[in-house]
């Protein structure tokens, strides 16, 4: 019973890179969410989606992109990586939008 | 604009004493909290949750109590155990249609033996 998986779980990249931060669930949750965690704070919302094909915006949208092809999976693209970008990312889905999430284990990412 | 807050960064308890993590929130609208625990290294996982139209709900070890006229809900944990230690997030949702809640900065409990 994987739950949400996330890959990698570590990297490192330069200034100016980019990256797919991989996030698949295998619950059939319509829900998916990507969000930071900076140190001491709490989740901000950086993109969501309520099925597959239908993509928003949440707090911290900017240098990120997403895309949501299939149900399980909603992959997170970092273009033009920047320090500003160095935190934890976590993926999480739910079957509504009103029930409790299921989160991955987190990539943690450092922008050097 | 942080709707929910968690004022306490952390808390130290005893084994076997009672936890009491504190949450405040601003928004009168919110239906429905919940509580995450987050262990070093893993996602946050999902504890407990109250509906606005109860005041208390209880699962095990663990009773939130929520009180709507002062905006404030609190976790209780009877008695802590050194595997309750983690940081504990409360949010709310507040766009359901979307999926999107709002989560506070978190409180770290440590239960020393």
């Known amino acids: 019973n994987a739950g949400v998986t996330q890959t990698p779980k570590f990297r490192i990249l330069k200034i100016g890179q980019s990256m797919t931060l991989q996030c698949a669930q295998d619950?059939?949750?319509?829900?998916m969410y990507w969000y930071r965690q900076d140190p001491g704070m709490g989740l901000k919302l950086i993109y969501y989606?309520?099925?597959?094909?239908?993509?928003d915006k949440g707090e911290v949208p900017n240098g990120y992109n997403v895309s949501r092809s299939t149900t399980e999976d909603f992959p997170l693209r970092l273009e033009l990586a920047a320090p500003s970008q160095t935190s934890v990312y976590f993926c999480?889905?739910?079957?509504?939008?009103?029930?409790?999430?299921?989160f991955g284990d987190g990539t943690r990412l450092s922008i050097l | 604009d942080q709707q929910v807050k968690q004022n306490s960064p952390s808390l130290s308890v005893q084994e076997g004493r009672i936890s009491i993590l504190n949450c405040d929130y601003t928004?009168?609208?919110?239906?429905?909290f919940l509580w995450y625990k987050k262990y070093p290294a893993e996602g946050p996982t999902f504890l407990i949750s109250i509906s606005s139209i109860k005041d208390k709900n209880e699962d095990g070890r663990f009773t939130v109590f929520l009180n709507k006229s002062a905006k404030h809900l609190s976790l209780h944990i009877v008695p802590s155990q050194p595997g309750d230690s983690a940081v504990y997030f409360c949010?709310?949702?507040?766009?359901?249609?979307?999926?999107?809640?709002?989560f506070g900065d978190g409180t770290t409990l440590t239960v020393k033996p």
């Open positions: 928004n009168s609208m919110f239906d429905y």
């Open positions: 619950m059939n949750h319509n829900y």
């Open positions: 999480a889905s739910s079957q509504t939008g009103n029930q409790p999430q299921h």
């Open positions: 949010a709310a949702p507040y766009n359901t249609n979307a999926g999107k809640s709002t």
């Open positions: 989606s309520v099925g597959a094909g239908i993509t």
